[in-house]
């Protein structure tokens, strides 16, 4: 069996952003693009899900009307070669809701969910890519077997795009600007 057997042609070869803009919604699903190259992402488990919902939720109550969060939708890092991310949580400018791709001037943070076999990429790979792209805001959620999680933070340094780190929060996150949010971690 040959792995053209098993996945799709479109998964070997480096494909364009008008490409991929052809892509039915199912087609979309579950995958990032990286450097023009279809990177399949396993389901996420559902303590995983319940987390970034639980973010996102407290997230848009504190963001006003000005910001919205939501899980769930690509942001495009750049159009060659096509590096599309989907984080677990963004936090966007609520006036770009209907504009398509978003884009990281429009992100003020993103929070990816550390799970088994995403470490690698969310602690190193996404860090980086968020940062030269401009998100102004990364947030590291690490799930912890018994107790609250763990959220590292880290702020953009926009002479050097690159982040630096913040606080790391467990029990109760507090975090002042550019809204205030407090979010009780150990209700997850």
């Not at 809701?97 to 602690?123: F, K």
Request: proline share 6%; aromatic share 8%; glycine share 6%.
């Amino acid at each position: 069996m040959t792995a053209e057997m098993v996945a799709p042609a479109w998964m070997h070869e480096q494909i364009t952003a008008e490409e991929y803009e052809s892509w039915s919604g199912e087609q979309c699903a579950g995958i990032e693009i990286v450097d023009g190259m279809v990177v399949v992402s396993p389901s996420a488990s559902k303590r995983h899900n319940r987390l970034a919902r639980f973010l996102a939720n407290a997230l848009d109550a504190a963001a006003g009307p000005d910001w919205n969060a939501d899980t769930d939708f690509d942001v495009r890092l750049q159009d060659v070669p096509l590096t599309n991310r989907r984080p677990d949580v963004i936090v966007y400018r609520a006036d770009t809701i209907d504009i398509m791709p978003t884009r990281p001037e429009h992100v003020l943070l993103v929070a990816e969910v550390v799970s088994p076999g995403s470490e690698t990429t969310d602690r190193i790979v996404k860090v980086e890519q968020y940062a030269r792209a401009g998100i102004g805001f990364y947030w590291r959620v690490e799930q912890a077997a018994t107790g609250a999680p763990l959220v590292y933070t880290y702020l953009l340094d926009p002479a050097t795009r690159t982040y630096r780190e913040g606080d790391v929060f467990a029990g109760v996150l507090k975090i002042t600007a550019p809204f205030a949010v407090e979010i009780d971690l150990s209700q997850i």
